[in-house]
């Protein structure tokens, strides 16, 4: 079993920045990389940003130049630094623990409380 729990998140204005944070605990060796996720309401969950132990990162097309996904490893922590929000940012942020190959991010079944991110216009 992996535990992740997500912080950092709440309310700004256009412009500004959030950065939130996900610590694992757990059965963590079985991971080779984590993910981040949102979830606005009425809309599916989609993958915002992903990385590799290794440090190999990927990102959805509506985030990049503005998000930064990186980790500690030591600490077991995953980060998502978000500039520039948008209100179309607004959602909840889920942190996930899955696995990357050939390019392609697979989520496992783990997923944090999620934390809310909501930007004003």
């Known amino acids: 079993q992996v535990q992740l729990v997500e912080s950092g998140g709440g309310l700004v204005q256009a412009g500004n920045s959030l950065r939130l944070s996900c610590a694992a605990s757990?059965?963590?060796?079985?991971?080779?990389?984590m993910g981040w996720y949102r979830q606005a309401p009425g809309k599916q969950r989609d993958m915002v940003a992903c990385?590799?132990?290794?440090?190999?990162?990927n990102y959805a097309n509506s985030v990049k130049g503005r998000f930064t996904i990186s980790r500690d490893n030591a600490k077991n922590t995953v980060y998502l630094q978000m500039n520039s929000l948008k209100p179309e940012d607004t959602a909840v942020y889920y942190c996930?623990?899955?696995?990357?190959?050939?390019?392609?991010?697979?989520?496992?079944?783990?997923w944090g409380q999620g934390t809310q991110v909501t930007v004003s216009s």
């Open positions: 990385i590799t132990s290794g440090g190999t990162t």
């Open positions: 996930n623990a899955g696995e990357y190959f050939s390019g392609t991010y697979y989520p496992y079944d783990y």
């Open positions: 757990g059965s963590i060796f079985s991971i080779n990389a």
